[in-house]
């Protein structure tokens, strides 16, 4: 079995690069994950999706390979080009264009997430994650949203960014009124002109939005909305975290 060795081997500066440059990981259209039960969730129920796989020695030695054509890779090679600091000697490289859904077809969905200028990678891949959980069916980001694929992101879902159906939009605003026009109740997490939560009837087809982490929704947006609602908060806290908001409202919802 032949072993890369070196970090200038071309496949692990490929790699190297899809890790650190959304720019190189839109040109080759493809995507890292990293972890041992992720990967092979995604051999088993998306192998459509996996590009290649990449393991260490000491993985290959203790687990063997997750698939015949698993590329072996030198411990401390592989170690170079993982973003986590223990990693657990694999890596998968995934092509983004089967996840990036049309706009069109998440508009027949009921209950929809839209997310406005999320900006922290955390924050996204977390929301992701509890967007799942929760049973949303679809979510559709502004372009000015954080980008899915980035590490970060991909870590924070733990494996939901194969399962939870996306997309981008290039006019946020337009997506909303698209949705309202499909029949979609729309309901903004705002505090100017709202209603709580707690007293306010949620219609079974619906669309949540969530706005950036400083700014909230932009006006344009959340005047589009039906229904503006808040979460009733003690003390002097003004405001929560994006995710956090997110993952009350759907899960009250």
Known sequence: MQIIESNSNKKIKELAALQRSKKERTQAGLFVL???RIIRDALAT????????????SYASEKGVPTDNAVVVADSV????????TD????ATVREEPLLRNEEELMTKDRVLVLEDIQDPGNLGTIIR???????????MSSGTADIFSPKVVRSTMGSILRVPFTYSPDIKKTVECLKKSGHVVYAAHLKGAADMRKT??????AIIIGNE?????DPVAELADIRVFIPMQGEVESLNAAVAAAILMYHI
């Open 34 to 36: 990293e972890g041992d």
């Open 46 to 57: 998306r192998k459509d999706l996996v590009d290649n796989v990449y393991v260490s020695v």
């Open 78 to 85: 592989l170690s170079h080009v993982c973003e986590t600091v």
């Open 88 to 91: 657990q000697g694999i890596l």
């Open 130 to 140: 509890t967007a799942e959980a929760a049973g949303i069916e679809a979510v559709i």
């Open 201 to 206: 009837t949620f219609e079974a087809r619906r």
């Open 214 to 218: 400083g700014r909230g929704i932009s």
